[in-house]
């Protein structure tokens, strides 16, 4: 049996990726990206209605994502840069200026969470009415 190349193996691994498998690493991402700040960061950063927003400043984004903690937005931050979604671009000004910004990556993930964020928004009252009929069947 002849052996693999690296760039065979890593296409071979790319087929078998199923996130109904227990050990697949692209359940990992789909934790990550089904996280609520995940999907509200995305949804501000990038384009804006078809307008292209650029960067937006960290206290920028703070302000957007009302209740989100310095904490929760930081680590989300660098989570989404880790995986190659976002850049980081730090101005050394005074104060330190730093900017978050979609990569092309995080631009192609943006589009189906401002789709989500937008689907819930026009849904609310018929999620909320569903709930009220049921919690009034059920209690």
Same mark, same amino acid.
């Given at each position: 049996m002849p052996s693999m190349s690296a760039a065979e193996r890593?296409?071979?691994?790319?087929v078998e990726y199923d996130a109904f498998l227990a050990g697949c690493p692209s359940r990992q991402?789909?934790?990550?990206?089904?996280d609520k700040w995940v999907a509200?960061?995305?949804?501000a950063?990038?384009? $804006?209605?078809?307008?292209?927003?650029?960067?937006?400043r960290y206290s920028e984004l +703070?302000?957007?994502l009302a209740g989100v903690s310095q904490k929760m937005l930081t680590q989300t931050l660098r +989570?989404?840069?880790? $995986?190659?979604?976002?850049?980081?671009?730090?101005?050394?000004?005074?104060?330190?200026?730093?900017?978050?910004? /979609?990569? $092309?990556?995080?631009? +192609? /993930?943006?589009?189906m969470m401002r789709g989500i964020k937008?689907?819930?928004?026009?849904?609310?009252?018929?999620?909320l009415a569903h709930r009220q009929e049921h919690d009034t069947r059920t209690a």
């Open positions: 890593r296409a071979q691994a790319k991402l789909l934790d990550r990206i089904s509200l960061i995305l949804a950063l990038g384009t $804006d209605e078809g307008e292209v927003s650029g960067a937006l +703070s302000r957007r +989570s989404l840069e880790r $995986d190659g979604l976002v850049t980081r671009e730090v101005t050394p000004t005074v104060p330190v200026t730093v900017t978050y910004a /979609l990569t $092309d990556l995080g631009l +192609s /993930l943006q589009e937008g689907w819930a928004e026009a849904h609310m009252d018929d999620v």
